[in-house]
């Protein structure tokens, strides 16, 4: 079955600083990826997504993710944390067939100035 | 292009009222998805829509839930005698291309008092 992991609940990190939010997939073909950023009371926006082709992905606002097969992971990555990026981040992965996403539960980002 | 269009933003109701919630999706986009987020977990899949036909439902929809797209554009999503554990954030979104990344709505966020 399909699922997501997100090890860290919450992840406090001061502004400037650099930022990975882990996630671990579990899923019998080739996933599709994808980080969302949901902010206090709003809709999910999408991040990145990963279909194959280059394991390193560039998202919007200087996110990337890395897609590591061999330890089912994609985790997402800032080099330098804005105040502006407090949020809650989800991990998904998306079946072969696209009718659904499972989302992973979610780290809540804490900045700090 | 307005984005995936939600109404209402909240509702409050009474336990055993029914409710309405409606989604408008990206006019382009042929498919159509509704999510369920509680409090502190990602975004869980409810049911999607292909045009007008309905061709998945989770076993999240119990028979009090009813979604309908008619005409393949607009969606409703109804709950009948609404229990204090339908009290979730309802959250729609909508496609043109299998796992392209669904764009969200901003969500009917429903409490049940």
């Known amino acids: 079955a399909q699922s997501v992991t997100q090890p860290d609940i919450h992840i406090t990190v001061s502004e400037g600083a650099s930022l990975e939010l882990r996630c671990n997939y579990s899923?019998?073909?080739?996933?599709?990826l994808f980080w969302y950023v949901q902010s206090p009371g709003q809709g999910l926006q999408l991040l990145l997504k990963y279909f194959s082709g280059d394991t390193l992905v560039q998202g919007i606002k200087g996110f990337e993710a890395e897609f590591k097969r061999s330890q089912s992971s994609f985790n997402l990555r800032k080099p330098s944390v804005h105040w502006s990026d407090a949020a809650e981040y989800f991990c998904?992965?998306?079946?072969?067939?696209?009718?659904?996403?499972?989302f992973g539960t979610g780290t809540s980002l804490t900045v700090i100035p | 292009d307005t984005g995936v269009s939600q109404d209402p933003r909240h509702k409050i109701t009474k336990r055993g009222q029914n409710v309405t919630f409606r989604c408008d999706p990206i006019?382009?986009?042929?498919?159509l998805y509704w999510y369920r987020q509680t409090l502190g977990q990602g975004p869980e899949f409810l049911t999607y829509?292909?045009?007008?036909?309905?061709?998945?439902k989770s076993r999240l929809l119990s028979d009090r839930f009813s979604a309908e797209r008619p005409k393949g554009s607009f969606s409703t999503l109804e709950i009948q005698r609404t229990e204090q554990g339908d009290s979730a954030m309802y959250l729609c979104a909508s496609s043109f291309t299998d796992n392209y990344g669904y764009t969200f709505g901003s969500g009917t966020r429903l409490t049940v008092v």
């Open positions: 006019s382009e986009h042929n498919r």
């Open positions: 829509f292909q045009n007008e036909a309905q061709l998945e």
């Open positions: 899923y019998g073909a080739t996933p599709y």
């Open positions: 998904a992965v998306g079946t072969n067939t696209g009718n659904q996403f499972y």
